[in-house]
């Protein structure tokens, strides 16, 4: 394979790797966004339950509040109270603090000394913002004495006349393992998905992990929010291996690059055809010795320019003396001789003119009317001198026929007939002279 033919490959198999890789980059986006949109419909299914439960949760505390605490901040029946709104599975306890001081505990604690939430330095801050916003809060997770971790839902208690005197706090011990039960099953192993539950210091603060693993070990997560009680919750979720596995989008382009490889082969075949059969196409119009159009071509053209011209020659020119000269110098002297005729004609045609090789040493010319005798003339100065054909000067003996349009007939076949009748004649004549 030449060099050229190599470079053609290698530009075709670029051109094709390129849009091939180019129609695969965008398979794998669309297909990471068909996994993105199924996990969005997931994270915000799991995160939509997370924010029921939180509103479940803190109802079930003003419903106590409401039990319980009396309008001059007494507190009545808190154990059955308790007992009777405890419903979800979620709560491990119940409980109320008068002034911050937790004292009423659902179930009991006897031997847990009451803790006052404005003192303990782990609660004090989040107490007292609690208590001058007048805003629930949800607050942890914190490790339990029982064991596990759990949130802490705290909700401020107001009464009085106008209901605007703090009392205290109605509090829910959340079990982690419990409010975090719907997305295990989402997030299990066999999901193929990992998650990052947290909330935020603030609008853009960092991020405080509240379940699942830590949010700076997300690659790419999709991430939704939800506004709660004291913030902002965020649930930020991803597959494990990424939105496209790695052996995915590895599999797609090495496909892509073998059968860039393929098409780049046929296209290359193709085009080595086609260009094979436009050489053929062209042999069977040209003569390859002298590059003038055959007999074939010329009745074609004969009848275009019936159909198109009014009046024309065609002109049937014959090298008399060709065979002696082939006797002579030899065949290849014969050949160079006619490449030599035709160039010397060609050089000497008007633009509009046609040069055909219709035999051996036989030339046809269609030429317009007017610029006959012209083109005549001018040829039998180049052609009647000797010509050098290698080391040696040869002299042809040029014969001329010319049949007109429309004087010599109608066809194709007749206006050819007569103009190598009339240059039969004229090579009879020179032998004869």
């Known amino acids: 394979m030449s060099i050229k033919k190599k470079r053609l490959l290698a530009g075709i198999f670029l051109l094709l790797l390129a849009v091939s890789l180019a129609c695969c980059r965008v398979v794998l986006i669309q297909l990471e966004q068909r996994e993105r949109q199924h996990c969005y419909g997931i994270a915000q299914s799991q995160l939509g339950y997370l924010t029921r439960q939180v509103e479940n949760i803190f109802n079930t505390m003003r419903l106590l509040a409401e039990r319980c605490v009396l309008p001059d901040g007494g507190v009545t029946d808190f154990d059955e109270s308790a007992r009777g709104v405890m419903v979800l599975r979620e709560i491990r306890s119940l409980q109320l603090a008068p002034d911050g001081r937790i004292l009423y505990s659902y179930p009991p604690q006897p031997e847990v000394t009451p803790l006052d939430l404005f003192v303990d330095p782990a609660q004090k801050t989040e107490a007292m913002q609690s208590r001058d916003s007048g805003l629930p809060g949800i607050y942890g997770p914190y490790p339990l004495r029982q064991g596990g971790s759990g949130l802490l839902c705290r909700l401020p208690v107001y009464r009085g006349a106008h209901g605007d005197a703090f009392w205290g706090f109605a509090i829910a011990v959340v079990e982690m393992d419990n409010f975090l039960a719907n997305l295990a099953p989402a997030f299990s192993s066999k999901a193929n998905l990992r998650f990052a539950l947290f909330r935020r210091n603030g609008e853009n603060g960092a991020p405080v992990s509240i379940a699942g693993c830590s949010y700076d070990s997300l690659v790419d997560p999709l991430e939704i929010s939800s506004i709660l009680p004291n913030g902002q919750w965020s649930l930020a979720i991803e597959p494990r291996t990424g939105w496209i596995q790695p052996w995915y989008a590895a599999s797609i382009y090495c496909v892509a690059v073998l059968l860039s490889l393929l098409l780049s082969i046929l296209a290359y075949w193709l085009l080595k055809h086609i260009s094979q ?157």
């Open 277 to 433: 059969t436009g050489f053929l196409a062209d042999m069977d119009c040209h003569d390859p010795l002298t590059h003038c159009q055959n007999k074939a071509s010329l009745q074609q053209d004969v009848s275009t320019w019936i159909t198109a011209r009014e009046k024309f020659c065609l002109v049937s020119l014959g090298l008399s003396n060709f065979i002696a000269l082939c006797e002579e110098y030899g065949y290849d002297a014969g050949d160079r001789l006619l490449q030599v005729v035709a160039q010397r004609i060609r050089s000497q045609m008007p633009r509009s003119a046609r040069l055909y090789r219709t035999g051996n040493a036989i030339f046809g010319l269609l030429v317009e009317r007017e610029s006959t005798g012209p083109l005549l003339t001018a040829l039998s100065r180049q052609l009647d001198g000797p010509l050098r054909i290698g080391s040696r000067l040869l002299r042809c003996h040029l014969a001329v026929g010319i049949a007109q349009f429309p004087l010599d007939g109608h066809a194709p076949d007749t206006l050819l007939g007569k103009a190598e009748e009339r240059r039969e004649r004229d090579s009879r004549e020179q032998r004869v002279n």
